[in-house]
Structures are given as C-alpha cells and as structure tokens.
C-alpha cells in the first residue's frame, strides 16, 4: 500500500496523494494509511489528494462507506479534506455528506487552493 500513497509534508499539514486504479478496498486502505501516517507524524491536518486515482468513480452505496470510513477515522482530527478532480466529485458531494453527518465536517475541493485554505483554518 504504501507505494500508492505518497506524503508529502506541507509543514503545518500533512498532504497525502492517493495513487493508482479505484477500488473500494483500495480507497479505504488508502485512508488507513494517510491516517496512520499522520499519526507517526503528530499531525492533526490532513489533506487528502485523489485527484491521480484513476477510475475513481464509486457507486453511491461506496460513497456512503468511504465517508463513514473517513468519519471514523478523523474523529481526532483538527481539520480533513479532500482534493479531487470535478468529474471525481458527485453532485449531492455525498461522499463528504455522510461524513458530516456522523460529526465529522470533511469538505472535498477541487480548487487546490480552497482545500489548503480549509486545512489551515
């Protein structure tokens, strides 16, 4: 797994970038690992990058799980976010709804510069 994340350290947050093809097990494990990482790290800020995932287009049902994935895994967070391509995100932004809907904003941005805003704030 650790190959398909690359971490790139922002110095007031940690910017993981996601790589590879799409699958549901992947993402999650994907989250897992930038999650983990930020905890080696002592870092409570996070943005994740997925705009190079390829194929990244999870069905609703999928949606649903990986926001409530990301939900419980940034409960000890500052701030999340999320960085994606336009055709990446859906146009209800389910995926982060979930999220915050368990208490857990997690915004997704497809302007680099708004998410890192976000991350900061």
């Not at 970038?17 to 999650?35: C, E, F, I, S």
């Not at 994740?48 to 990301?70: C, K, L, M, W």
């Not at 995926?95 to 915050?100: F, G, M, Y």
Request: glycine letters at 4%; hydrophobic letters at 40%; proline letters at 2%.
């Amino acid at each position: 797994m650790a190959a398909e994340l690359e971490f790139l350290d922002r110095g007031a947050y940690l910017e993981v970038r996601a790589l590879g093809t799409y699958t549901l097990d992947r993402m999650k494990g994907q989250l897992d690992g930038a999650v983990a990482e930020c905890r080696t790290r002592n870092a409570d800020r996070l943005l994740f990058n997925i705009i190079d995932v390829q194929d990244y287009r999870p069905s609703t049902a999928e949606r649903f799980q990986i926001g409530a994935h990301i939900a419980e895994l940034i409960k000890t967070f500052t701030r999340f976010a999320c960085l994606a391509t336009r055709d990446q995100i859906d146009r209800e932004n389910f995926t982060s709804r979930v999220a915050s809907n368990r208490g857990q904003p997690a915004p997704v941005f497809n302007e680099r510069q708004q998410a890192i805003d976000w991350v900061l704030t």
